[in-house]
Structure formats: C-alpha cells, structure tokens
C-alpha cells in the first residue's frame, strides 16, 4: 500500500509526534478517548515535552546518563512547584 506523506505521519506509534506534523486536533482526541499512553521514544515527541532526546547526552546508555538523572530527579520538585496541579 502506498500512504501519502499525510497518511504516512498518522501511523506513527507516538501520538504526539503524529500530532506535531498534521491534524492535531483529530491525533489528540483521538489519543485521549481510547487512553493511549505515548513512551516518549522518539526525538520529535521529547523535543515537544521539553525532554532530552534520547540520543547523544540523552542515551540511556550513555557515559552522562547517570549525571543527567541525578540533575532531574534534583530539579523535579523544583518543576513541580512552577506548575501545581489543578482542582
């Protein structure tokens, strides 16, 4: 089967990366009816939620990684605090 480019971006396993490129709107309801989870996997979707990418500094495997985690799990609260949760 032959998919246009369109077509090509709404079969993408994130949700939001699919969302990122055309019919946001649809991609989104979509997603939040049927409750799916996006693992954040890929660079466009942790790029969107401000995360690092899991590539270079971001690999899990990487030589930073532990650094990088000890730095999120200190700047967590901090992030939380800016953005309290709703009612």
């Not at 990366?17 to 709107?25: E, G, K, M, N």
């Not at 590539?55 to 730095?71: D, E, M, N, Q, V």
């Amino acid at each position: 089967t032959v998919l246009g480019i369109t077509e090509i971006s709404l079969t993408w396993k994130s949700f939001l990366a699919a969302a990122a490129f055309q019919h946001t709107t649809r991609v989104l309801i979509s997603a939040a009816t049927r409750g799916v989870a996006d693992y954040l996997r890929g660079l466009m979707e942790n790029v969107i939620i401000g995360r690092l990418i899991p590539a270079g500094t971001g690999f899990s495997g990487g030589p930073k990684a532990a650094l990088i985690r000890s730095i999120q799990e200190r700047t967590k609260d901090s992030r939380d605090a800016t953005f309290p949760p709703t009612k």
